[in-house]
C-alpha cells in the first residue's frame, strides 16, 4: 500500500525544489533573508501523508510509522529549501501562527532561544486527523568552500484521534550552494529513530548523496524496509508474516 504512497510525497517535493534551484540564488541576493520560522511553519502544514495513515494505522501500524517518518523527510527538506545563508530569526519569545486553507491545520511556532543555538517548540492541530508537537534546534552555520552547513535535531510526537502514536527523533544536516554552480541547492543527510505505540520501532539513514535506506521492526521480525534517493523517490515496503528478509 505504502510503496507509492512514500515515493510520490518525497519524490515530488525534491521534483519542485529542483525546478526553481537555477533561480534561487538570484532571490536570495536581491531580497530580504529567509525566515526559519516561517520556513519551518509553511513544512509542517504539509500533513498530506498523516491524512492517509489515518485510515490504515489500526490494520498496518509499520505503514503508517513509515507515512510519519516520510512526514519527517518532507519537514526536514521543505524547512531548508533554498536557504543558503544564515537565516532570518524571531524575537526569543515570539509565537508565529501559520494556518492551511487545504485542510484548515493550524501550525504554532515559538522562539525559545539565540544561543547558543536557535531553538524552537511547535505544535500543529489538523482536524479530523491529530496534533503534532515537538522542538527543533539549528545549529550555527558552518561553510565549507561554497556550500553552508546547519544541523537540525528534532523531537516529534504524532498523536492521532484514533489512539495511534509515533515518536521520531532525528539528527539531521542541510546544505545550502551559496553559488547556483555548487551543486543541487539543498541537501539533507543523517538519522531519525522511529517508534510507536504498537510495538514498532525503525532506524531511517539518509546518506550525504542523498540514498535513503532503513527497517521497520516488530519484536524481532523486520515488517518494512526504506529503499531509494531523495531524488527519485524513497519507498517502504512491507513484509508479510513470514517472507521478512535479513
Excluded at 537565516?87 to 532561544?113: F, H, L, N
Excluded at 515488517?223 to 513470514?242: H, I, K, M, P
Aim: glycine share 10%; hydrophobic share 35%; with cysteine.
Amino acid at each position: 500500500m505504502l510503496n507509492t504512497i512514500l515515493k510520490r510525497v518525497v519524490g515530488a517535493a525534491v521534483v519542485a525544489a529542483g525546478a526553481t534551484a537555477a533561480t534561487a540564488g538570484a532571490r536570495y541576493v536581491n531580497s530580504k533573508r529567509i525566515n526559519a520560522g516561517e520556513k519551518l511553519g509553511k513544512a509542517l502544514l504539509d500533513t498530506q501523508r498523516l491524512e492517509e495513515a489515518g485510515s490504515y494505522s489500526a490494520s498496518e501500524s509499520e505503514a503508517a510509522l513509515a507515512a510519519c517518518a516520510a512526514y519527517l523527510i518532507n519537514v526536514a527538506y521543505n524547512a531548508a529549501s533554498g536557504i543558503s545563508g544564515p537565516p532570518a530569526m524571531d524575537a526569543v519569545g515570539y509565537e508565529r501562527k501559520v494556518s492551511s486553507e487545504r485542510s484548515s491545520a493550524v501550525a504554532s511556532i515559538i522562539t525559545t532561544a539565540h544561543e547558543p543555538d536557535t531553538r524552537w517548540q511547535f505544535d500543529v492541530e489538523i482536524p479530523g486527523v491529530g496534533r503534532i508537537s515537538g522542538s527543533r534546534r539549528l545549529t550555527s552555520a558552518k561553510f565549507s568552500g561554497a556550500r553552508m552547513h546547519m544541523r537540525t535535531p528534532d523531537t516529534m510526537s504524532i498523536r492521532f484521534e484514533n489512539g495511534y502514536v509515533a515518536n521520531i527523533e532525528s539528527d539531521l544536516e542541510f546544505s545550502g550552494g551559496l553559488l547556483p554552480f555548487a551543486g543541487p541547492r539543498t541537501m539533507i543527510s543523517g538519522s531519525a529513530s522511529l517508534s510507536d505505540n504498537r510495538g514498532n520501532v525503525g532506524r531511517l539513514r539518509i546518506e550525504s548523496s542523498g540514498e535513503v535506506s532503513g527497517t521497520i521492526t516488530r519484536g524481532t521480525d523486520i515488517v518494512g524496509r526504506f529503499d531509494g534517493s531523495l531524488e527519485e523517490g524513497v519507498t517502504f515496503r512491507q513484509y508479510l508474516s513470514g517472507t521478512q528478509t535479513s
